[in-house]
């Protein structure tokens, strides 16, 4: 079966691990290591919500799209520096699927 882009790119973002950072923008961003990776996903972010509240006004959603790709990218080159994959993040979502949102949130203790 073909691989979905999500297994390639969490492919080529092992790979990099080894790859020199003039060759790779992934290999710089793991050589400046992690604090700059997140600086990157906080930007992604802000990025993002200013995009959803442009399209809000504009209707044009492709900005949102563009964006929100830039930060889905940033935070798998962040789960890759932590040795995950986006794997682990579906695996999660299907761990929480059909449960309520609300029910969960009844469901914590005080101190969660
Ligand atoms: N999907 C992406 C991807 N999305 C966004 N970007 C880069 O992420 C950066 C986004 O940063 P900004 O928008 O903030 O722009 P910037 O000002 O250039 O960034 P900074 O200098 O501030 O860090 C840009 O350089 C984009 O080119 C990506 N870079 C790489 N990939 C994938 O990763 C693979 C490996 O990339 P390399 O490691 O560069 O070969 C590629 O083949 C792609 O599949």
Known sequence: MAQSILEQ???V???RKGADADSSYVASLYHKGLNKILEKVGEEAIETVLAAK??????DNSKLIYETADLWFHS?????ERGENHQ?????????????????????TPSN
Not at 54 to 59: F, L, N, R, T, V
Not at 76 to 80: G, S
Not at 88 to 108: D, I, P, Q, T
């Open 9 to 11: 790119l969490d492919q």
């Open 13 to 15: 973002l092992a790979e």
């Open 54 to 59: 442009d399209a809000e006004q504009s209707g």
């Open 76 to 80: 798998l080159v962040m789960l890759a």
């Open 88 to 108: 682990a993040v579906l695996n999660e979502l299907a761990r929480r699927f059909g449960l309520s949102g609300l029910e969960e949130k009844a469901s914590r």
